[in-house]
């Protein structure tokens, strides 16, 4: 069963509103953090909707999180899962 990716469209004040909250509460959290992951993990989920990726890395500016994680001496596939999600936003 594919999961529904139409939850992500971009131009409900509430998405916009979860994105910022997830934006800050990522922002604060340690790189190490397992909900950080799982933030991670809704990232990619929502990258997947071709009208959210963009909206990902322009809109809500989640590219420092992710940089920033790339800096540290994460497992090769946490760094595989950034790069992917990084380049899924066309910025790669």
Known sequence: MSPDLSIFDPGSSMLT???VSLH???SGLE???AV???GINLLQRASQ???T???LIHTYRFTPILTKLLGT???YEKKLK???LLQASDLC
């Open 31 to 33: 790189l190490r953090s």
């Open 49 to 51: 909707n071709p009208a």
């Open 17 to 19: 509103e979860f994105f």
């Open 73 to 75: 001496d994460l497992i």
């Open 24 to 26: 800050e509460l990522m």
């Open 36 to 38: 950080l992951w799982c």
């Open 82 to 84: 950034v790069l992917n």
């Open 53 to 55: 990726h963009a909206e």
